[in-house]
Every structure is written in structure tokens, then in C-alpha cells.
């Protein structure tokens, strides 16, 4: 019995870690797949303007010249071809970048499959004892969201009050052979400023934090189901 209690503690923490990995990782592949964003931010921070002047074009062209660029990204990112527009440095660091994304994704989607797995092993190793299984999947679900959001609103209070220098360290942490820093003037720059990586960590940690909260709250009822029918059970 102490086994099989240590065995289950042990599913429990490890699916808890894939859950707080999915709820992470999963909210920034869905906010940087967003292209409308990308959009939005164009016309908010100004990127038209900033690149139909550094061109000598009219709005219009400038916004297609922006869209093909992001077309050309976008697909860049996904492997379906080369980055034209960019300089050398900016095609290297862009490289650094894709290779970041896929790791993201990665952990996402393996993330995923594992959770699912021990969710399904779990289910058949207490399928005759439903109650005990819903137990430990609201400990599943619990103990992901509980570190999840405790994350989430250290990075958020952090990007709020000193976005630069979380901007910065994740830099130096995610590219340390330093090839991300470029001219303001540079195509990079003007498409994605500090002002655009803000709005998207901000969006990023909204949509995060809601779904913390919605597995949180789940494993909390589950949490109280549980109790209510042991209550039951002894009356």
C-alpha cells in the first residue's frame, strides 16, 4: 500500500509539473500564432508610419510591404521558407528565435501527450475506485494551477513595474550569444518594439492566468465532491 501511495504521489507531481507546463507554454503559442494581434499592434505603435517614412513609400504600400514581411516570417517559422527582407544579423538572430519557438511548442505538445498518459494510467489503475481516482486527478489539477498562477503573478507584477529589465534578463537567458540587439532604425526594431513584446507578455499572462483559474476552480470542486461524499458515505 505504501508503495502504490508513493507511486501515485509520484504521478500526481509529475503530471502537476506537465500542467503548469501546458498552461504556460500553451498560452504563448496561441498568443504568437495570433496574427490579428500583430495587426493591432502594427497600428497602434505606429509601424506604418515609422516604415512607409524609412522607405520612401505611401500607406498603403507600406502596409503590404509590412504584411508580406509577416507573411514571410510566419512562414519562416513554420519552415516553409527563407527570411527575405532582413539583414544577416537579423536573419541569424531570427534563426535563434525559430529555434526557441520549436522548443516552446515541444514542451507544449510533449507536455500534452504526458499529461494524457498518466491522466489515462491513473484512471485504469483505480477504476474500481472512481472516488479515489477523482481525487487524485483535482490534486492533478490543483497543484498545476496553484504553481502556475503563483508564477504567473510573479512575472506579471515584475513586467509591470520593470518590463525592460525582464525583457533584458529573458534576453540574456534565451540568446546568450548576444546577436539580438540591432539599430532602432533596423527592420526588427520597427516592427517589434518593447512596446509590442509588452502587449503581447500582458495578453500572454491574461489568457494564462484565466486558464490557471478555470483548472484551479475545477480541481477545487472536484476537491469538495470528494469530501461531500465521504460525508455521506458515513452517515
Known sequence: MKENKSFNFF?????????????????????FNNKSFYYSEYE?????????????LNITESKNYVKDVTENIFSFFKGKN??????DEEKSHMQDVKFVISSINFIY????????????ILYLLHKNDKLLFIEHLSKMLLYGATASLIFLVILFVWAVFSFETLFYLLHLLLFPQGNWMFDPSSLLITLFSVKFFFDMALRIFVYAIFQSGVFFFVGYWLRKQIK????????
Open 11 to 31: 504521478l500526481i507531481i509529475i503530471s502537476s509539473f506537465f500542467l503548469f507546463c501546458i498552461l504556460i507554454f500553451g498560452s504563448f503559442s496561441l498568443m
Open 44 to 56: 497602434k505603435n505606429g509601424v506604418y508610419d515609422d516604415v512607409a517614412e524609412l522607405n520612401s
Open 82 to 87: 527563407e527570411l527575405k527582407y532582413f539583414s
Open 109 to 120: 505538445y510533449s507536455s500534452a501527450i504526458f499529461f494524457i498518459i498518466i491522466f489515462i
Open 228 to 235: 461531500l461524499t465521504a460525508h455521506l458515505r458515513k452517515r
